[in-house]
């Protein structure tokens, strides 16, 4: 157990749905990082919070958006959802806003779109 | 920009073969270079990091990577395979100037049979 938890597991929506996807990162991290990986494009960095703040950016599309909470937690909102946006995104927590010691992942949530 | 490739997409071994992993990087300053490890249905792990020092880096379960900086790639390696190695493997890179985002492969799965 990593100490990253995500909610939910699994979901399941429709084309042109919104969702939002829940991280808790570990006790004491301050950071927080998006990760979507899909079959065909691998591991793809989306987005990173630090305190509350977006630190740095990725490939993260318009209809998708994200932020921290004062709690440290952190919400992904996905919206306007395409068949294409089906994937397993991972969230991972680090100490600070420097990710040099190490990241800890998540199980991830699987989103698939109908 | 950083980039990572990870050549080998998918590798099958028989128990107790030899196993290298390649990863190269697209950088020219100083980096930090990791490798993680997914098994199946669960999150990323971290396998071994490599921030300075030796450059033969050892890591958990038996497995070593080697940063050569003159070819830009850090292999990862194990002289012998177990079935219970089957996961898929990121090598993961971030520069040291631009620590916040950790710039993965697209991963290589491996599949050990006994």
């Known amino acids: 157990d990593s100490g990253v938890t995500q909610t939910p597991k699994h979901l399941i929506t429709a084309t042109g749905q919104r969702v939002t996807l829940r991280c808790s990162p570990r006790?004491?991290?301050?950071?927080v990082y998006w990760y979507q990986q899909s079959l065909d494009q691998g591991l793809q960095f989306l987005i990173q919070y630090y305190n509350g703040e977006e630190r740095a950016k990725g490939n993260i599309l318009e209809r998708f958006s994200a932020q921290q909470f004062p709690d440290l937690h952190s919400e992904l909102n996905l919206s306007s959802l395409e068949l294409g946006d089906s994937a397993l995104y991972f969230c991972?927590?680090?100490?600070?806003?420097?990710?040099?010691?190490?990241?800890?992942f998540g199980q991830g949530t699987r989103l698939t779109v109908v | 920009a950083q980039s990572v490739s990870q050549h080998n997409h998918h590798v099958i071994l028989s128990e107790a073969a030899s196993l290298e992993l390649g990863c190269n990087y697209s950088y020219g300053g100083t980096v930090n270079l990791f490798w993680y490890v997914q098994y199946p249905g669960q999150h990323l792990q971290l396998l071994l990091k490599?921030?300075?020092?030796?450059?033969l880096v050892k890591g958990i379960k038996g497995f070593e990577a080697e940063f050569i900086k003159s070819k830009f790639s850090f292999n990862l390696r194990k002289p012998s395979v177990q079935w219970s190695d089957t996961a898929e493997y990121f090598c993961a890179v971030n520069a040291q100037q631009d620590t916040d985002k950790l710039i993965f492969g697209t991963g290589t799965r491996l599949q050990v049979f006994p």
């Open positions: 006790s004491g991290d301050l950071s």
């Open positions: 490599y921030f300075s020092g030796d450059p």
């Open positions: 991972a927590s680090s100490p600070g806003a420097q990710v040099v010691v190490e990241a800890f």
